[in-house]
């Protein structure tokens, strides 16, 4: 790939100057000359049914050491479409830049309709679409149950089964969302929580067998202070991705770039954003709660 491709020459230049200063007492500098730096507009974009919908905007930055300078994000609107036509316009998160969402109680995507998202540049009036989407069949979680152990009280077995699927499910991720004391999940649920899932598994659209897991997770909480607590309950939620999402999951795992480094200069990732870079999809959920 480019970027792998790119990251062995760096490291070839330095192995040659490496090796030639322990060869003589002089110091060279090897000049390297980056590509010119070119802003992209990358958005990361997905709908769940439970956990709503959710798009960051941004301009692609240049690598360490490449010269240039970040735009400002221009005035942006953001909407959701259904068969072509806008159906809710997703809130800018106040005190934030470019990160935008639609709070689960006000969207519920169905299956068999096409879905994108359309990103308005407001001073220019230019229109930024996605292609087209659907969202997967719902999953089928059961027996969900849990195992302690008292000698070893931080941890926790968890035992599920799920059901079997058609064919059309690009990926498959389970997350154990642990619950405070209060009653509030320790981890934002979306779809960054997924792709980071232990329990994430690429389906390639084929059909799926139903089957069972156990998985041991950690059951700590860490609070605000430093200190820690033992999570009374977990909120186990199953989730199917869209191919379109699972694809830039794969090329993203090979490139090893999760994180910020999506946001630098553009990558050879997947994309189905037309008119810039990035990924939108859906992706429907099912949740089972359960006490320690």
Request: net charge neutral; hydrophobic share 40%; proline share 7%.
């Amino acid at each position: 790939m480019m970027l792998r491709k790119f990251c062995r020459d760096i490291w070839i230049v330095i192995g040659v100057a490496v090796s030639f200063v322990g060869c003589t007492d002089h110091k060279t500098t090897i000049p390297f000359e980056f590509p010119a730096y070119s802003p992209r507009l990358i958005v990361l974009s997905s709908v769940g049914t439970i956990s709503g919908g959710e798009a960051v905007v941004s301009w692609s930055r240049p690598l360490r050491g490449q010269p240039g300078v970040v735009p400002a994000l221009p005035k942006l609107s953001v909407f959701l479409l259904e068969e072509g036509e806008r159906i809710i316009k997703f809130n800018e998160v106040p005190d934030s830049v470019g990160y935008f969402v639609i709070n689960p109680e006000d969207i519920s995507p169905k299956l068999g309709i096409a879905y994108s998202i359309e990103i308005l540049m407001e001073e220019k009036a230019e229109r930024i679409t996605s292609e087209k989407c659907y969202l997967p069949e719902k999953p089928v979680l059961t027996d969900v149950n849990i195992e302690l152990n008292p000698n070893l009280p931080s941890l926790y077995t968890l035992n599920w089964s799920q059901g079997a699927a058609k064919e059309g499910i690009g990926a498959t991720a389970l997350y154990p969302f642990l619950i405070a004391e209060k009653g509030v999940k320790t981890t934002k649920q979306g779809l960054s929580a997924y792709f980071l899932s232990p329990e994430f598994r690429f389906t390639d659209g084929k059909p799926l067998h139903g089957r069972t897991g156990s998985k041991r997770f950690d059951r700590q909480i860490k609070k605000a202070d430093g200190s820690t607590e033992l999570a009374k309950e977990v909120d186990v939620t199953l989730a199917y991705l869209s191919p379109d999402l699972a694809r830039f999951k794969k090329e993203i795992d090979q490139l090893g770039s999760l994180g910020e480094a999506i946001f630098q200069t553009v990558r050879p990732l997947y994309s189905n954003i037309i008119g810039a870079d990035g990924i939108f999809g859906l992706y429907n959920e099912t949740s089972v709660r359960a006490n320690f």
